[in-house]
């Protein structure tokens, strides 16, 4: 028997063995994979924080943008709030100049609009009532010189101020909104350009 021993123990020797040597090769699998694991896990972090940081600056970058972006839109509210400003009170004074100085402007408008051929210019009330003396010959003057006539009608318009041209049957506004309304984009430009 005791060569049957000695196979039994032979068997058994050789089985924890290979036991040892299976669970040796599975332990250095197994280090093996915890080590790619783990280089894995470490490379999947540092890309992770990478686009996190990408993400960050990206997003950081985007509300710089809009910071910079409503910056500018509020600048740019309030230059031409105070363009506004400046135009609105330009004309204020200009509507509430003096008879004289009021003529005056009234005379260089109708030389800029006035046209050839036969015209009546139409005030409202009050300036037709407060018209200096002479002054239809005035007017009268300056349309002839372009190569026209301009007598003033006894007609009044509904109009706030300045005149309305008549050649024809067609009407030109030459009142101060419709004047100022006409060139504000370049009194706008001006203006700006005085500023800034």
């Known amino acids: 028997m005791a060569g049957i021993d000695n196979i039994t123990n032979e068997i058994l020797q050789e089985a924890k063995n290979r036991a040892a040597q299976v669970i040796s090769d599975a332990a250095a699998k197994a280090d093996d994979e915890i080590r790619a ?5 470490e490379d999947i972090s540092k890309k ?4 996190a940081e990408q993400e960050a600056k990206a997003y950081e970058n985007r509300i710089l943008s809009q910071i910079g972006l409503r910056k500018r839109q ?3 509210s309030a230059r031409q709030e105070i363009i506004s400003g400046i135009i609105d009170a330009a004309y204020e004074k200009l509507s509430s100049l003096g008879d004289s100085e009021y003529f005056e402007m009234i005379k260089t408008l109708v030389g800029k609009n006035v046209q050839g051929g036969e015209g009546e210019i139409l005030f409202n009330k009050k300036d037709l009532d407060r018209l200096p003396a002479g002054f239809a010959d005035v007017l009268k003057a300056i349309a002839e010189k372009a190569g026209g006539t301009l007598k003033v009608s006894e007609e009044t ?5 300045g005149f309305i041209l008549r050649y024809g ?3 030109e506004n030459c009142t101060l909104p419709a004047l100022f309304a006409e060139k504000r984009d370049a009194l706008s430009d001006l203006v700006h350009g005085v500023l800034w």
């Not at 992770?48 to 686009?51: D, G, S, T």
């Not at 318009?157 to 101020?161: K, L, P, W």
């Open 37 to 41: 694991a783990q280089a894995k896990g």
């Open 48 to 51: 992770a924080a990478v686009k």
């Open 74 to 76: 509020t600048i740019l």
């Open 157 to 161: 318009a509904e109009i706030e101020n």
């Open 169 to 171: 049957g067609i009407d």
